[in-house]
């Protein structure tokens, strides 16, 4: 009888181990014949101002955009005029919030999102004087300016026929539901580098937290360029198909599809490549462990998932996220994580996420992310659209 090994789930975790990770590349260097090239096609080198360096953006300001007394004045004006429709809040656009001349700037900083460095910090709005809903109304409103798409934060419509528009970013770990969370955001804990879903990731600040939590983003085009150079046989591996886990969907207990994508240059786009990927999909986290009916991931991709973090960290940025500013990042050409962080009494870090999608610039979504980006934007009615005003356990997010 021939003995059949089944294959086995790595020794791999959610938090990157750093000396598990060397010794991994070099038992796999000793004992695998690795390919030295790229996969057809694939570039040597990307050029381009999404290309960056983690320490130069840090010793710049050029990235953040200061409001003016003008410019907070014209929003709240938006406000007031958005209240007086007696709207619901996914009517919020850029009729129903007009701003007249912050308009044009914020429609050349979607340009800069996705042609030019990928990220802006927008700082100065006065959230303390603002009610919840208000606060909600302002950030949609002028999110609505940079990318006029707003997704859904779960993967189905409730019961009722809504969609969460909108996340609370909070800890939520001490909550009756915080057994449920299987997912960092959730968490005061460390969040590694990683991709969302969707375009336009944005992030406003409500309130820091009393220690720590420093956003922190990586130029994944950077990233790239170091693999494509030193290891190419993780740009191979990251090009194939990896086992998503479907977290026990009966239905779908797994999908499968590559992190990596390469769109070749157009007469009118550049050439691109983007990684989207979780970590917690191959590893699992609390609540959502790594399902065991599911195909284990390989040790190459144990060491490509370890790879993608460990450079990015390396290579990143740790922004100053200040009450009141939004955060706006490209999630095609960026990797964002979190530092752990510690809550005090009125110092709670609190974030809002909006999913944002610009028509106008959007990039071509690769064919195999098709089906989950149209979870997120297709087909968001205004009427279906729900912000909640708190923050609350969520068993069916699909975030990272």
């Not at 619901?88 to 700037?105: D, I, K, M, R, Y």
């Not at 993967?155 to 970013?169: V, Y």
């Not at 922004?319 to 009141?324: E, T």
Request: charge should be negative; aromatic fraction near 8%; charged fraction near 25%.
């Amino acid at each position: 009888m021939v003995d059949v090994q089944r294959a086995t789930q790595p020794d791999i975790q959610y938090h990157p181990d750093y000396d598990k990770y060397k010794a991994r590349g070099q038992r796999r260097k000793a004992t695998e014949s690795l390919p030295q090239t790229l996969p057809p096609g694939f570039p040597e080198k990307l050029s381009s101002p999404l290309v960056w360096e983690g320490k130069d953006i840090e010793q710049r300001d050029d990235w953040i955009y200061k409001l003016d007394d003008a410019q907070r004045e014209e929003i709240d004006a938006a406000l007031k005029s958005f209240k007086a429709r007696g709207l619901s809040l996914g009517h919020v656009n850029q009729e129903t919030f007009p701003l007249p001349t912050l308009h044009s700037t914020l429609r050349e900083l979607s340009g800069e999102l996705h042609n030019g460095r990928g990220f802006f910090v927008l700082r100065g709005l006065d959230v303390d004087k603002y009610t919840r809903e208000e606060n909600i109304i302002i950030y949609t409103g002028v999110s609505s300016h940079v990318g006029s798409l707003r997704g859904r934060q779960q993967d189905q419509r409730l019961a009722d026929g809504t969609s969460i528009i909108l996340a609370h970013i909070k800890d939520l770990t001490h909550t009756p539901d915080g057994k449920y969370i299987g997912g960092p955001g959730s968490t005061a804990d460390k969040q590694v580098f990683h991709t969302d879903a969707g375009d336009i990731i944005s992030l406003l600040c409500l309130s820091p937290a009393a220690e720590g939590g420093e956003s922190q983003i990586s130029s994944s085009w950077l990233v790239y360029n170091i693999l494509a150079k030193e290891r190419p046989d993780l740009i191979w591996t990251l090009s194939q198909n990896w086992t998503v886990d479907g977290f026990n969907n009966p239905e779908r207990p797994y999908t499968s599809r590559p992190l990596l994508y390469h769109q070749k240059a157009t007469e009118s786009t550049p050439e691109r490549v983007l990684i989207q990927y979780a970590r917690r999909y191959f590893t699992g986290f609390l609540a959502q462990p790594r399902s065991a009916n599911i195909p284990p991931i390989t040790e190459a991709q144990a060491e490509a998932l370890d790879a993608l973090h460990f450079l990015a960290e390396e290579h990143s940025a740790a922004l100053d996220f200040q009450k009141g500013d939004v955060q706006y990042v490209n999630n095609l050409s960026i990797f964002h994580a979190r530092k752990g962080f510690r809550d005090a009494p009125g110092k709670e870090r609190h974030l809002l996420r909006l999913w944002l999608r610009d028509p106008e610039n959007a990039w071509e979504t690769p064919e195999p992310l098709k089906e989950r980006w149209n979870i997120v934007y297709g087909d968001v009615t205004p009427e279906e659209q729900v912000f909640p005003l708190e923050p609350k356990v969520s068993k069916k997010n699909i975030s990272a």
